[in-house]
C-alpha cells in the first residue's frame, strides 16, 4: 500500500500537468452510464495508457480514459472504461482510480453499475438507488497495511451510501418522473452467473441486486471520506422458481435502453448538487 501512495503521487502530478480541473464530483461510468461522457464538456481526456502506474485494459476492447471536465455546473473527474476483478485485477488495481480521485479533490462519488434483480418488484429497466451493500466478493481492497493519510485502518460503513444524495436522488427523479427503488446491493466476483440456488440465498441474505463491481470502488471511496451514490440498472431478474438465462447480449441491451433515462437523472442530480 505504500507503495502505491508514491504511485498515486506520480499519477496525480502528470494529471495535474495535464488539466486545469480541479473535480469535486467522481463518475464511474458503468453500463448504462456511457452516454454521460458525450454530455460532459470536456477540457481533458486522459488516455489511461499515458497514465503512470494506471492499470492499463488487456482484456476489454474500448478504451480506457479519463474524462476531466464540466456538467450540471459542476466540475467533474469521470473514469471511462472500468476494470473488473473476473477480468483477473487485484481490488487495489481496480480501486487505484479512486485513489486518484481523492488525491485530485473529489469528495462525491456518483458510482454506476449493471445488475440481476433479486427483489420480485423490480423489472428490467428499472433504476435502483443503492442504499447498502452485501460483500461477498472474498476481496478487500483495503488489506495490507493501511495508509493513514489517506484514511483510518477500519473505516466505518454505517453509512456506505449517503442518506443525503439518496434523498437528493429520490427527488430529482420524481421531479422528472422517473422510477427508482432502493435496494441492497450484493457483490460477488462472477464472472460465472449465479446459480438458482445461490439466487434463492441472496435474496435470503437481504439483496435486492446482485452484480460483479462496485463493492471494491465504494470501500476505497468511503475509505477516502468521500460520500457516494450509488445507481444500478436491472438488466434482468432473477426468480428462483422460473429461472432463465441472463444472456450478456440481453444484459447490455437493456443497459442501453435504460441509458439515457439515467443519464437525464444524474446529469440533474449534479445540477441539484
Ligand atoms: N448477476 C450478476 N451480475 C450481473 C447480473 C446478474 O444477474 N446482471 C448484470 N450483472
Avoid: C
Avoid at 100 to 118: C, D, E, K, W
Avoid at 132 to 161: A, K, S
Avoid at 196 to 209: N, V
Amino acid at each position: 500500500m505504500r507503495r502505491q501512495l508514491g504511485q498515486v503521487s506520480e499519477s496525480v502530478a502528470y494529471l495535474k500537468k495535464k488539466t486545469e480541473i480541479q473535480p469535486q464530483i467522481g463518475i464511474v461510468l458503468g453500463t448504462g452510464l456511457g452516454g454521460l461522457a458525450d454530455r460532459i464538456q470536456a477540457a481533458s481526456i486522459v488516455p489511461y495508457e499515458e497514465i503512470p502506474h494506471f492499470p492499463i485494459s488487456t482484456v476489454t476492447s474500448h478504451a480506457g480514459r479519463l474524462i476531466f471536465g464540466s456538467l450540471g455546473g459542476k466540475n467533474v473527474m469521470a473514469k471511462q472504461g472500468r476494470f473488473h476483478y473476473y477480468e483477473g485485477y487485484e481490488a487495489k488495481e481496480i480501486t487505484f482510480s479512486i485513489r486518484i480521485m481523492a488525491a485530485m479533490g473529489v469528495q462525491t462519488l456518483i458510482i454506476s453499475n449493471a445488475a440481476g434483480g433479486l427483489n420480485p418488484e423490480f423489472e428490467a429497466g428499472d433504476l435502483v438507488l443503492i442504499r447498502d451493500h452485501i460483500n461477498l466478493t472474498g476481496q478487500n481492497p483495503l488489506r495490507g497495511d493501511n495508509v493513514d493519510e489517506w484514511g483510518p485502518r477500519f473505516p466505518d460503513m454505517t453509512e456506505p451510501y449517503s442518506h443525503a444524495l439518496i434523498g437528493l436522488a429520490e427527488k430529482t427523479a420524481r421531479a422528472l418522473d422517473i422510477k427508482v427503488h432502493q435496494g441492497v446491493y450484493v457483490g460477488v466476483t462472477g464472472p460465472s452467473m449465479e446459480t438458482a440456488a445461490e439466487t434463492r440465498f441472496l435474496r435470503f441474505i437481504g439483496a435486492d441486486i446482485v452484480g460483479m463491481s462496485t463493492i471494491s470502488e465504494v470501500i476505497v471511496a468511503l475509505h477516502s471520506g468521500m460520500s457516494v451514490l450509488g445507481i444500478s440498472v436491472v438488466t434482468n431478474v432473477n426468480d428462483p422458481d422460473d429461472y432463465q438465462p441472463a444472456p450478456i447480449e440481453q444484459v447490455i441491451a437493456t443497459a442501453e435502453r435504460a441509458g439515457p433515462k439515467l443519464v437525464s437523472l444524474v446529469e440533474e442530480i449534479l445540477k441539484r448538487m
